[in-house]
């Protein structure tokens, strides 16, 4: 049953990464649009993120009880070391919430409204900032567990360079699956065209954040190009990830959108994949070469039984209604 848990950790990181990173870079969209544009985009990204907007968070809150209830050392290690970025992304969730929860209910147009959008655009860009950098964090193995200063155990085990490409990188991924998940939801040409174009420029964005995070990991020597190559199932993720590029750009430039999130998706879910394959079945690498295993480091199997029945159970009478969700906002007019 282990291995149950285990798909059903990385399906909920895989989906929070696309859906919640699509909900994170409509701020991000937003606050980089152009000043003519941005009541406009402002409109467009509401009515994109309505599908996700109400049921994002609930794989990061999956994630959180598969790791606190089934890895606890591994949750006891991550939420310990990384308690400064966990916090902030935290806040980031929450000030994105509250603010675009007033900024389109509050029924006085003030300059209120300018903070809200402050608040919201702002945080979009903060929140999966930290998240990259938490990824990276945990994977880079900047974590000393053998550490005794305050600075060396709860600040230098993520304040790194290339952490904080990889918060870049996360980033632009969000912006990324937000400027195309928006196209659908738009019937006037002009804004199709707009947003085609916007999409073209993130996904170039991709391949300049991508460069960021190699060069720096050359830099800091993290053999990132090691992880990603070090078996054939790298090369085909990134094989796999390269065709999708090549067909939505194309699917960009020849107006034909109905597999658009399609190619988004999978392009996420291998660069995911084939820098994280090769760890498997490590998730946390320490400092001192150290790490902790998916596969080693578990709970009682007698609540690792009881998570997987739970968690296959549970998907059964949540995942109809998350499709009906969907299909049901995906039935309303478009803007």
Not at 40 to 69: C, D
Not at 102 to 110: Q, V
């Amino acid at each position: 049953m282990i291995y149950v848990v285990i798909a059903f950790l990385w399906v909920a990181i895989c989906l929070y990464l696309i859906l919640g990173g699509a909900d994170f870079g409509a701020g991000i969209v937003e606050l980089f649009s152009e000043k003519s544009y941005k009541k406009r985009t402002q409109k467009i990204m509401y009515n994109s993120i309505g599908p996700i907007w109400e049921a994002n968070h609930m794989w990061l809150i999956i994630v959180i009880v598969i790791l606190f209830v089934g890895f606890p050392k591994m949750y006891a290690e991550i939420s310990n070391y990384l308690h400064i970025p966990l916090v902030i992304m935290l806040l980031g969730i929450i000030a994105r919430g509250t603010s675009f929860t007033f900024r389109n209910y509050d029924a006085i147009n003030d300059k209120w409204h300018n903070l809200y959008d402050v608040i919201f655009t702002y945080s979009s860009v903060v929140t999966p900032l930290f998240l990259g950098i938490i990824a990276g964090s945990i994977v880079s193995g900047s974590i000393d567990d053998n550490a005794f200063s305050f600075q060396d155990a709860y600040i230098f085990s993520w304040l790194s360079w290339f952490n904080f490409s990889v918060g870049i990188f996360t980033v632009v991924i969000c912006a990324f699956l937000a400027s195309v998940y928006s196209i659908q939801t738009v019937k006037n040409e002009e804004d199709k065209v707009i947003l085609r174009k916007r999409a073209k420029f993130y996904t170039a964005l991709i391949f300049v954040a991508g460069a960021l995070v190699f060069a720096v990991s050359l830099w800091k020597n993290i053999p990132l190009f090691s992880w990603i190559t070090s078996e054939i199932y790298g090369y085909i993720a990134i094989a796999i990830a390269s065709i999708s590029i090549v067909l939505l750009l194309s699917a960009l430039n020849k107006a034909k959108d109905s597999l658009l999130k399609v190619y988004a998706g999978i392009i996420v879910m291998m660069i995911l994949f084939a820098a994280s394959y090769s760890h498997f079945p490590s998730l946390v690498l320490f400092k001192d070469g150290s790490t902790l295993s998916l596969l080693k480091d578990y709970g009682a199997m007698s609540t690792i039984n009881m998570l997987a029945w739970a968690l296959l159970l549970g998907s059964i009478f949540i995942l109809p209604f998350l499709f009906y969700l969907i299909y049901s906002f995906n039935q309303k007019q478009k803007i």
